[in-house]
């Protein structure tokens, strides 16, 4: 392990492999819960605290984190509303933070080629320090949904039930958020803040299609994240496109495929069960 993480590809890879499982894993919970938009709201809110920390010479995670705390606690509060108001407020939450990231670069000169890392991510460029992030964070989140990730589905689907039950409905949201922005800011290195809602979605949404079991779902996750990152970032190297890019759309089109392929199973089971 030591010689390929002497090489920049290799730091890379490993670094991919990491980020796959842990999206693939946290993934699960945003696709059944259908967080999706939340988790992009979350991705772009997140960017102005690792541009003001990056400005005022701070850790970048420690900006990105406290940022999405704000941004995670609004959320949560707005996940409990009804109606069209929290979509939009959402959305709202979405395009300001956003907004108020690309105002902080603005008032920096010669800042545009960090903009660019944070946005797309530099994933060639991954440090030891970025490697540790990513393998300690992928250890906490693996034992959290290990522990919790049933508490966390039964909340997610039946928030009366579980409150009734005795769970603390809104602190198991505002966890679950906490964690997909710890995911978020800590894949900023790698993919950065736009591209990481495709590899937080599209690895779970592709499992989904073949199993609706939590723990088969989640493996399966885990490991098409994995797998569509270390691919993506190959045909980068052997396309020489940007690596960002390549392992997003990597992701996207293992889910594609995987939902052609559901949708091609029902069709056969249809005639199948016509048939006889």
């Known amino acids: 392990m030591s010689w390929l993480l002497q090489d920049a590809f290799g730091r890379a890879l490993v670094e991919a492999v990491a ?14 819960r259908r967080l999706s938009f939340f988790t992009m709201t979350m991705a772009h809110a ?41 979509t939009a407020a959402t959305g709202v939450i979405l395009s300001a933070g956003f907004a108020l990231g690309v105002a902080l670069v603005a008032t920096q000169n010669g800042f ?34 290990a522990v919790g990730g049933r508490h966390l589905l039964y909340a997610g689907f039946d928030p009366a039930g579980a409150h009734a039950a005795g769970y603390r409905v809104r602190l198991l949201d505002l966890a679950l958020l906490l964690l997909v922005d710890l995911v978020v800011v800590a894949i900023v290195p790698a993919v950065g803040t736009i591209l990481a809602l495709a590899l937080i979605v599209a ?12 723990v088969p779902m989640t493996a399966l996750a885990a490991t098409l994240g994995a797998g569509s990152a270390a691919a993506g970032l190959w045909f980068s190297r052997l396309w020489d496109v ?30 199948f069960l016509t048939a006889s």
Request: hydrophobic share 60%; net charge positive.
């Open 112 to 145: 545009s080629r960090d903009l660019s890392a944070f946005l797309v991510g530099s994933i060639l460029t991954v440090t030891t320090e970025n490697l540790i992030v990513i393998v300690a964070l992928l250890a906490l989140t693996a034992t959290t949904l």
């Open 203 to 214: 690895p779970a949404a592709a499992a989904r299609a073949w199993t609706d079991r939590l």
């Open 46 to 86: 997140t960017f102005p605290g690792v541009v003001a920390a990056s400005i005022l010479g701070f850790n970048i995670y420690l900006g990105g984190v406290v940022a999405g705390l704000l941004t995670a606690a609004a959320v949560t509060a707005l996940m409990r509303t009804r109606g069209q108001e929290a």
């Open 19 to 32: 980020v796959g499982m842990l999206t693939g894993l946290v993934g699960v919970h945003v696709v059944l």
């Open 242 to 271: 940007a690596a960002g890019g390549s392992i997003s759309l990597t992701a996207a089109a293992v889910l594609l495929v995987s939902l052609a392929v559901h949708r091609l199973r029902d069709g056969f089971r249809t005639i």
